[in-house]
């Protein structure tokens, strides 16, 4: 029987200090080129190393109850380079430069030719993680709109264009993600909110390029950014409603840190609500209480039966007690709401 309320991660879990600068990771923007001065690990024993950081992950999320894994993106340098510069089209040795979402300039993948996904990036990452748990899996890919954000375009005549051939290339993978075992796969498209004028222009259109023909529960997860990178939240989302005309099954939406309205998740009658319930501003570790409380304020726009409880955002800069803490409250809040509406 499905499980009411099902917890799962929005993608990232901690990485350990043992793997990772976790002094530099915090102190930069997430890196859109490769970042391979981050890892503390010798380049011939860091897959090694990353694969017993996924398992720490895998271990974590199952002995807080946590319903559907992640391998904790243990892997990546940041949730969008590995796969954004694994692409045939792009010149990783001569970056170039783009804008991140707080208006300051930082290298980017230089985009000469078209792109193409030469092969999978991430399958062995979800052969991994089925191996390892029985529990439903999940994982993430980096959407193509926020892709062609984070890119400077030297080839394609717009970047629409451009970003309708990442849409391709994210949807090959995703394909291949569930034929190797993915229970779900989201796609993380954070430049949607923040560059909401252009992707109400295109954003749908190549998102739903990307899931097209795809089979499996897929999910959209959009956000104000990393709390720990971007402190300020908007009162409410910018670009939200639109995405009711997506392919994807569930949405991903911050209410936590922001206190969001719920009412504007009755815009999105046909979809499944990732319902963020951790505030990642802080290394307060809530209550299960409080966390049951932000579920309980969603139950009037949305039926129980259409909703997954998740942090608002991934907890990749919080230390592991932190997030472990943060985690566990979030499993014995939805319990609690979960037991409520069973009586």
Not at 2 to 25: C, E, N
Not at 207 to 213: C, H, I, K, S, W
Not at 295 to 308: F, G, N, S, T
Request: with cysteine; proline share 6%.
């Amino acid at each position: 029987m499905p499980v009411l309320l099902p917890t799962t991660l929005v993608g990232s879990y901690t990485q350990p200090d043992w793997l990772i600068d976790r002094a530099k990771l915090g102190g930069r923007f997430p890196p859109r080129v490769r970042a391979r001065e981050l890892w503390r690990v010798a380049p011939e024993w860091l897959e090694q190393a990353q694969d017993d950081a996924t398992l720490l992950a895998i271990h974590d999320q199952e002995q807080a109850g946590v319903d559907i894994l992640s391998d904790g993106e243990a892997r990546r340098e940041s949730y969008s380079n590995r796969f954004a510069t694994a692409l045939e089209g792009v010149d990783i040795d001569n970056p170039g430069v783009a804008l991140d979402r707080s208006g300051h300039p930082n290298p980017v993948p230089r985009i000469v030719g078209k792109i193409r996904r030469m092969h999978s990036v991430q399958v062995r990452d979800i052969e991994f993680l089925r191996a390892h748990t029985d529990r439903q899996i999940k994982i993430t890919v980096p959407g193509p709109f926020t892709m062609a954000q984070q890119a400077q375009n030297d080839f394609y005549k717009s970047e629409e264009e451009m970003a309708y051939d990442y849409a391709a290339a994210v949807n090959e993978e995703i394909k291949d993600l569930f034929a190797t075992g993915a229970d779900v796969v989201q796609i993380d498209e954070p430049y949607l909110q923040a560059r909401s004028e252009k992707a109400r222009e295109y954003g749908v259109r190549t998102l739903n390029r990307a899931l097209e023909g795809v089979t499996g529960t897929t999910a959209v997860h959009i956000c104000f950014g990393y709390a720990a990178i971007i402190h300020e939240r908007p009162a409410g989302y910018s670009f939200l409603a639109e995405l009711e005309d997506c392919l994807a099954d569930q949405i991903s939406v911050e209410t936590a840190q922001s206190n969001l309205d719920c009412a504007i998740l009755e815009k999105l009658p046909s979809k499944t609500i990732m319902l963020g319930v951790l505030d990642l501003s802080t290394q307060d570790i809530e209550s299960p209480e409080l966390v049951a409380q932000r579920i309980r304020r969603a139950l009037p726009h949305v039926a129980a039966e259409r909703l997954v409880i998740a942090p608002d955002c991934g907890l990749k800069y919080l230390p592991r007690d932190v997030a472990y803490g943060k985690m566990k409250a979030m499993v014995d809040g939805a319990r609690i709401v979960r037991a409520e509406l069973s009586r």
